[in-house]
């Protein structure tokens, strides 16, 4: 791109790839996880207590990821470097002030949660009470990772909100196998409250090159933190909606029977794995350019960076998706099944991995483009949308799980994430006029033609080698349906492919 406009392709490539070992190591950890503790009355309890330390710190979460950002950019284009700290430091206060009470009311309040929202028996029960009153210490950790994850993004540093997963994953694991499966909830627990802990430590190799020095600070009624809390509102909303979402299917689970709460939990984390290497990492690089562009009203630069991030998006999800849905089971056998993780286990996992594959495509999307439209500070149609696709998921999860089980559940998620992705797209045309669509829409066209051979290599040489090692049989049908992929892709002059391809060669 040229005028300024970054190269998304380029700086995507990189960032994935500093992501990429993060999220090995993630798949690493959870491969620890399910061969420690398995799928059962420990790992259901983890789930319960993770989604409700998630539910509690969504206030500051959304603030510090997103709404700060978008904040901090507008202060420091107008008033300076000093002042956007200043507003930055009461930002982090505050948050950190919230995260401390909640902290403290969870403590006293998590039995009665959990006997109202979960089907848990008295083992279970205590198992993630110990859990939540472990993992509760990582609301006040948590405030000041996410805060320096969103300043160094806001200052268009990418390369340690990107890195910190792998410390985090490296500690995470050591401590799970240390402790060993007589350690329970509490050991789990306790290896998760470690990682964060490393998290916080590693940011500071990057916080000193931006220029950041810590000011206490907590006052609320400051024009920035009024201005802020008009835009968080509706962001708020939204991601309690997302968040509520994830409830109902951790409640519907515990009532499937045990180990289903567990087997949403390791699959959802598979699905991420794939969201936080391509899309997350990609969403917090363009987030500060589109807040840049949105403050000096360029909208022209907004639409480059919209098509260029979605082509990226798209060129990288697409096979993914093509592959790993008739090789969820294959995929759960080589990450979990070991230890503690038995092939009943893999059948829960597998089924709800194989119905979450086809909405990865539309989560992507989503994710982005929420971030998008929180970069024009606009918050409001992103809860709109979560409004509408919230309705239609908990009326799918409900029917379909009686239907079909945890596959029911997993479904009704996908669809959801792809209407949702539609209906923000429609909206931002509405919103924005004409988009440009055209150039995109040819690309994807040829990613739709790139796929077909992809798919169809998978299926022959998964059928071929049905009765072969699962490594071998899962590792030759991706390797050879990639390369069907991109080769295609490059015959066809796909833009992603090409601008790859010109990378490369620019580099020798």
């Not at 907004?302 to 089971?329: D, N, Q, Y």
């Not at 992603?496 to 060669?505: E, P, Q």
Request: proline share 3%; glycine share 8%.
């Amino acid at each position: 791109m040229d005028n300024g406009t970054p190269n998304i392709t380029k700086t995507a490539f990189i960032i994935t790839m500093i992501t990429a070992g993060s999220r090995i190591l993630g798949f690493l950890r959870e491969a620890v996880i399910a061969y420690v503790f398995g799928v059962g009355a420990v790992t259901d309890a983890y789930a319960v207590a993770l989604r409700v330390m998630t539910t509690a710190g969504l206030v500051t979460s959304v603030y510090l990821t997103t709404t700060f950002v978008p904040s901090y950019v507008r202060i420091r284009e107008k008033k300076g470097d000093k002042l956007a700290l200043l507003a930055a430091n009461n930002a982090l206060g505050v948050s950190l002030a919230i995260n401390v009470v909640l902290a403290l009311l969870l403590f006293f309040s998590a039995p009665v949660i959990l006997r109202i929202l979960t089907g848990f028996e008295d083992v279970q029960m205590a198992y993630a009470i110990t859990a939540i009153n472990i993992l509760l210490i990582q609301l006040p950790v948590l405030t000041f990772v996410n805060f320096f994850s969103g300043y160094l993004n806001a200052r268009k540093s990418f390369f340690g909100p990107s890195f910190i997963g792998i410390p985090m994953n490296v500690v995470f694991i050591i401590v799970c196998l240390a402790l060993g499966t007589a350690s329970g909830a509490a050991g789990l627990s306790g290896a998760s409250l470690m990682g964060v802990v490393s998290m916080f430590f590693v940011m500071f190799i990057w916080l000193p090159k931006e220029k950041y020095k810590y000011g206490f600070s907590v006052k609320f009624n400051t024009p920035e933190i009024r201005h802020d809390i008009k835009i968080l509102i509706p962001a708020l909303l939204g991601s309690a909606l997302v968040d509520l979402k994830a409830w109902i299917d951790t409640i519907i689970a515990t009532h499937l029977g045990e180990g289903n709460a567990a087997a949403i939990g390791f699959s959802s984390r598979l699905l991420g794995f794939v969201s936080g290497l391509i899309v997350l990492p990609l969403a917090g690089m363009t987030y500060a350019y589109m807040s840049e562009y949105a403050a000096k009203n360029d909208i022209k630069k907004m639409l480059e960076i919209l098509w260029k991030t979605v082509r990226v998006i798209l060129f990288i999800v697409l096979p993914i998706v093509i592959i790993a849905m008739p090789a969820s089971f294959d995929v759960v056998r080589i990450v979990y099944e070991r230890g503690q993780f038995t092939p009943e286990a893999t059948l829960l996992t597998g089924t709800a991995l194989r119905w979450y594959m086809p909405g990865l495509l539309g989560l992507s999307l989503y994710i982005f483009l929420v971030r998008f439209f929180y970069g024009m500070q606009d918050t409001k149609t992103p809860m709109f949308v979560g409004i509408v696709a919230m309705g239609v998921n908990i009326a799918l999860s409900i029917a379909l799980s009686r239907i079909m089980g945890i596959g029911g559940l997993t479904l009704a998620t996908s669809i959801g994430h792809t209407l949702s992705a539609l209906l923000l797209l429609s909206l931002l045309r509405r919103k924005m006029g004409p988009l440009g669509f055209g150039q995109t829409a040819k690309d994807i066209i040829k990613m739709t033609l790139s796929v077909i051979p992809c798919a169809i290599a998978v299926l022959i040489i998964s059928q071929i080698l049905a009765e072969s090692n699962v490594i071998i049989r899962f590792g030759t049908s991706t390797a050879v349906g990639a390369l069907l992929y991109i080769a295609t892709a490059f015959l066809l002059k796909e833009m992603v492919a090409r601008d790859f391809l010109a990378l490369v060669m620019k580099r020798k």
